[in-house]
């Protein structure tokens, strides 16, 4: 594997620049040809227990949880697409060894289906031989125990919005590698040492506005989630 060395994780894809779907296989296929670091999807379980990559809980009205995939089938993204199932999302990824897939695993209805689910994805990432090329996060600590339950050497980050942050300590105490945080949380307190320092690293999400990524860039941040990569790639190559 030669995975690019860059700070860019283009968020659902590379989808904004070319009016592509978020989280479809175009917007996978151009964050790979823009050479980021990893590109980041969402994955939901359907009815018939077939893991989806879509962001929100309904597809365009069609709940997907109480929905078959071949219900869910009867629309298109707007480029003509079908929504992702993960196995397909993934023939696609792994077909190159540069860009890293960041699989977030969506929080469910209760604790149960989200770890149904996150087994779900464990397995088909498995099914797929696509581990290497996976890094997973959740909102869900609980689903990320699993992961790690499953495979101890797995690399697991934990999202949070402001007031739901926790120390580096933890999650480095857990096994957790990153903290994946939204930016504005990195505003106070010393997150950037304390992390280094433990031999872990920090993503901050979404940010899309120059002087928000600058300043992360100045303060040394190991990766950035953005709708902007092509202005994030271009900051970080005047580094």
């Known amino acids: 594997m030669n995975w690019n060395n860059n700070k860019v994780i ?10 592509l779907p978020e989280n479809s296989i175009a917007s996978l296929k151009e964050a ?27 597809f365009q009205g069609i709940p997907i949880a109480s929905s078959t995939y071949a219900e869910l089938r009867q ?29 977030e695993i969506k929080v469910a209805a209760n604790l149960l289906d989200t770890l149904t689910l996150t087994d779900a994805v464990f397995a088909m990432v498995q099914k ?12 869900s600590y609980e689903a990320l125990l ?24 933890t999650l480095k105490r857990d096994h957790i590698r990153q903290a994946d945080y939204d930016f504005n ?6 997150w950037f040492n304390r992390a280094h320092s433990l031999g872990m690293t920090i993503n901050a999400w979404t940010v899309n506005d120059k002087k928000d990524m600058l300043t992360l860039l100045e303060n040394k941040i190991d990766f950035i989630t953005t709708n902007e990569p092509e202005l994030l790639l271009s900051l970080t190559s005047q580094c």
């Open 10 to 19: 283009a968020h659902r894809g590379a989808f904004k620049k070319n009016n």
């Open 32 to 58: 790979i040809r823009l050479k980021c670091y990893g590109s980041e999807f969402d994955v939901h379980l359907t009815k018939d227990n077939l893991i989806v990559v879509n962001h929100d809980e309904d």
């Open 75 to 103: 629309k298109t993204l707007h480029n003509g697409e079908y929504l992702p199932t993960l196995e397909t999302y993934l023939g696609e990824g792994i077909k190159q060894d540069h860009t890293k897939l960041i699989l």
């Open 128 to 139: 797929m031989n696509a581990g290497a090329w996976i890094e997973y996060i959740s909102f």
């Open 146 to 169: 699993r992961i790690l339950q499953h495979d101890p050497a797995a690399k697991t980050a934990f999202l949070a919005e402001i007031n739901d942050e926790l120390p580096v300590e």
């Open 185 to 190: 949380i990195y505003q106070t307190g010393d």
